[in-house]
């Protein structure tokens, strides 16, 4: 049996790649330097590939984003040299990022407004330019359904003309080499008969001698790619069941090979040899051409389990990139050998009970809404276009320095303790000379809006050296729940309540909520993901109730990733929402008076509204710089009766917005919603942000504020 693995990360076991070029960047290394310890860091790579399976890809290595190299290669950018390249990563013109389907992968969005079919054209060939450097390896293409699919200014009814034309660059592409491989991870999206027919088309036209690899889910027309002239069809038996079904119907192509990814691309625990044993031998009653291989890309895992130091009892289940490329070779040799399942592990039955317990009232807070409303009026006294920020303020080069002190041991616990409090006492003086209305604490304590929360939980435990790449050079830990969860002790209460204790005014809790904790984590998968939101609905419940005992009045449940989180085919939709919801309601179900906040970022939220509205919270706030008509048009058709702040200041761009431009926004958005539920705040939390940006954006916010309420006053308020 052969072996073929792909995607393996490119961020090296130190996070070389990202030092590398970033290094660059700040001109401590030139482009020269740059390219050559990127090429050393990619033959690594590569080394890895050789080392344990058969076959693997070559040229999968970007200096950025793979997305931006195919639109290069294509001809909708120019190459240039590498500065007109960052350029469009991270300059004035930057593309926009866009998560990667449903992972925590976010790409550059290539943009086709003003570009015709006609102008595609072969302008770089880099599978060619990467075979010649390393000579072994598959070339490695995204390919032109994904490409473009995930593209955006494509006129829809246009889109065939552009796939086909498309297909004429690649066909030019796969022509000289023996093999390709192609990944259309866009081909398990919810595909219309029309698209499957122009995907027929174009890779007939492409022809060559491709493997073709889809992940993430199941593909839902397999018998129409069973007919495409391809060598192989690689498919994702870990996410996508139904591929196994359909083949138990269908039958597999005798021409092709099947590439069965069967190890696990996106979690984080190790192949059981069993199962895998079963489904490699069932899938063989189908076809004798198997070849096996991981689920989806492996860069979705940190890079090796070597050099971790948590228990042993949670190591040795435990397998990132590289394990995954060893355990392909064990099946293949048939020689896995020990076993360790992960059940009956981390089990905690207080918690499990407490989970069993649960009522509906337990998700239903004791008031409904237009009552709470009225409460909170009187219990906040807050004024019309109330000001406050999503969180988080500046995280400075002290405070992390500071932060990586105290986690080395180099300086006390009480001395950490104190410089945060000293911040807090800082901001809120800053807030309040600012004249915000509602305040934060400023999040300074938290290395990551995940991380924090997972150290102070039981059932999940942190990495060392974990990375996995967000976007570009910037990579996270993905904290990793192994257990049934519960809070320890209080997790934010010391910060906020110090907070509270220096102002009159409201400082706003802000907590991070279990859709977001699950998402950017990695789960168990035989503790159903609902089990596990509740269990940290239920943690942060606790941590509810104990801000409210602290004085608290308002509390912000963070939901981010509330849009990404969602299956890839709306017909799973309905059982993922439920325990979304669900969870959110259970972990923010406080007293009446309390004011409970939610906020989301950057993912299309008109297609979710409905489901939005059902977490019952009172206020949200929402980014809005993209396409903020859209968005908060679709808040009015629901007769939207909640607080909503769409954000009127991006927070990802280094510009200051002036107070015409803000108060702009709210004119628009007042259009729309009433007056009465309008906030004003900044798009998203202002961690990444400067403080000489901060300090100008906010004044002008509470200025547009002011100016507008001074204005309405001449006006007639109700509407
Ligand atoms: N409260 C968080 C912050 O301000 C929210 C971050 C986010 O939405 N991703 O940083
Ligand atoms: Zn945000």
């Known amino acids: 049996m052969k072996t073929y693995a792909y995607g393996f990360p490119r961020l090296g076991q130190n996070r070389e790649y990202k030092r590398i070029i970033e290094n660059y960047w700040k001109k401590n ?211 996508g069941k139904e591929n196994l079904r359909y083949i138990e119907k269908h039958g597999f192509p005798s021409d092709k090979e099947l590439i069965a990814g069967v190890v696990n691309g996106r979690n984080v625990w190790r192949t059981v040899q069993r199962d895998v044993k079963e489904l490699i031998e069932h899938l063989y009653k189908f076809t004798d051409k198997v070849i096996i291989s991981n689920s989806s890309p492996l860069y979705h895992l940190p890079v090796t389990i070597k050099g971790e130091d948590m228990k042993e009892e949670l190591l040795k289940r435990l397998a990132f990139a590289e394990e995954r490329l060893s355990e392909l070779r064990l099946i293949a040799e048939k020689s896995f050998s020990e076993e360790f399942g992960i059940d009956n592990f981390g089990i905690d039955e207080e918690v499990r ?15 409904p809404y237009h009552i709470r409303r009225e409460v909170q009026k009187k219990f906040l006294s807050l004024p019309l276009f109330p000001t406050t920020t999503i969180g988080s303020f500046p995280q400075t080069n002290e405070i992390r320095k500071k932060r990586r002190d105290f986690e080395k041991g180099r300086i006390k616990k009480e001395e950490y303790d104190s410089f945060i409090k000293e911040k807090i006492k800082d901001l809120i003086e800053f807030e309040e000379k600012s004249g915000l209305d509602v305040l934060v604490h400023g999040e300074f304590e938290r290395s990551d809006m995940v991380e924090f929360f997972a150290k102070k939980l039981q059932g999940v435990a942190t990495t060392k050296n974990g990375w996995i790449i967000s976007y570009g050079t910037r990579a996270y830990r993905p904290p990793i729940i192994y257990g049934d969860i519960k809070r320890k002790e209080p997790m934010t209460v010391k910060e906020i309540s110090y907070a509270q204790s220096l102002t009159q005014k409201p400082v706003k809790a802000i907590l991070t909520g279990p859709v977001t904790i699950i998402a950017w984590s990695f789960t168990r998968e035989d503790i159903p993901v609902k089990e596990v939101a509740y269990q940290i609905a239920l943690s942060l419940y606790n941590e509810v109730c104990d801000l409210e005992k602290k004085g608290i009045r308002i509390i912000q449940i963070d939901e981010p990733a509330f849009r990404e989180r969602a299956p890839i085919k709306k017909r799973n939709w309905d059982r993922y929402f439920e325990w979304a919801i669900k969870s959110f309601r259970l972990a923010s179900r406080a007293k009446p008076e309390t004011q409970i906040h939610t906020h989301m970022c950057y993912s299309k939220f008109a297609e979710i509204i409905d489901k939005i509205l059902m977490m019952d919270f009172d206020v949200i706030s929402i980014e809005a710089s993209r396409n903020r008509g859209a968005l908060i048009g679709c808040f009015k058709d629901k007769c939207f009766d909640r607080g909503i702040g769409p954000g009127i200041w991006d927070v990802h761009s280094p510009l200051v917005p ?31 942000r400067d403080w000489k940006e901060v300090v100008p954006a906010i004044g002008n916010m509470v200025k547009a504020a002011k100016e507008i309420r001074d204005e309405l006053k001449f006006l007639s308020t109700d509407r």
């Open 353 to 367: 009970e407490r989970v069993r317990s649960l009522t509906e009232e337990n998700f239903e807070r004791d008031k």
């Open 29 to 239: 290394i030139g482009e020269e330097e740059m390219l050559h310890r990127i090429q050393s860091l990619d033959e690594e790579r590569l080394a890895k590939y050789e080392t344990y399976v058969d076959l693997f890809p070559v040229g999968e290595m970007t200096l950025y984003c793979n997305m931006l190299d195919t639109a290069i290669m294509i001809g909708l950018y120019t190459k240039g040299d590498y500065k007109d390249y960052f350029e469009l990563c991270r300059g004035k013109k930057a593309l926009k990022l866009t998560k990667w389907f449903n992972t925590n992968y976010h790409y550059l969005v290539p943009d086709f407004r003003g570009f015709s079919p006609n102008d595609f054209k072969l302008c770089w060939n880099k599978p060619r330019e990467e075979l010649e450097r390393h000579k072994k390896g598959i070339p490695y293409l995204i390919g032109p359904f994904t490409f473009l699919k995930l593209s955006t200014g494509i006129p829809k009814e246009k889109f065939g003309d552009y796939l086909l034309a498309i297909s004429d660059v690649y066909k030019e592409i796969v022509e000289e080499f023996s093999k390709v491989h192609i990944d259309e991870p866009a081909f398990v999206l919810d595909i219309s008969q029309e698209e499957v027919k122009i995907i027929k088309e174009a890779y007939k036209n492409i022809g060559g001698r491709l493997y073709l690899f889809t992940y993430y889910e199941a593909v839902d027309f397999l018998k129409e790619i069973y007919n495409l002239p391809l060598l192989g069809i690689g498919l994702d038996f870990v996410a």
């Open 658 to 688: 002036s107070v015409c431009d803000m108060k702009r926004v709210v004119e628009k958005a007042m259009e729309f919603i009433p007056k009465k539920s309008l906030w004003i705040n900044p798009d998203c939390g202002l961690k990444t």
